[in-house]
């Protein structure tokens, strides 16, 4: 079973800026599509950005040219780079990939990282 794992979360100044990756666990086939969603506490996990095998982004108005959303060309890696980053970016922030096949033949997958959490406070 093919695990996410991500990481680069922590605590950030208002202002400042991150950098969140997301790798697979081993290589893939391929994948419909990359996402990040974030959940802030009490409140229901959202959809952040997202990037389609054809490299389609789309993104939250709330994050739109503040955050970018890119992928490595091997599809094993996304990354969510953060910038001018608000108090209400804080969030546990997870990974998603949607129709990841490991093996040609194999079933699609929807598949969820743990999380990391992201901190902006002075």
């Known amino acids: 079973q093919v695990q996410l794992v991500e990481s680069g979360g922590g605590l950030v100044q208002p202002g400042g800026s991150l950098r969140l990756a997301c790798a697979t666990s081993k290589s893939i086939f391929s994948f419909t599509a990359m996402a990040w969603y974030r959940q802030a506490p009490g409140d229901q996990r959202e959809l952040v950005a997202t990037?389609?095998?054809?490299?389609?982004?789309d993104y939250a108005d709330s994050v739109k040219g503040r955050f970018t959303i890119s992928r490595d060309k091997a599809k094993t890696t996304v990354y969510l780079q953060m910038n001018s980053l608000k108090p209400e970016d804080t969030a546990v922030y997870y990974c998603?990939?949607?129709?990841?096949?490991?093996?040609?033949?194999?079933?699609?997958?929807?598949?969820w990282g743990k999380g990391t959490l992201v901190t902006v406070s002075s």
């Open positions: 990037i389609s095998s054809g490299g389609d982004r």
């Open positions: 998603n990939v949607q129709g990841l096949i490991t093996n040609p033949g194999d079933a699609a997958l929807a598949v």
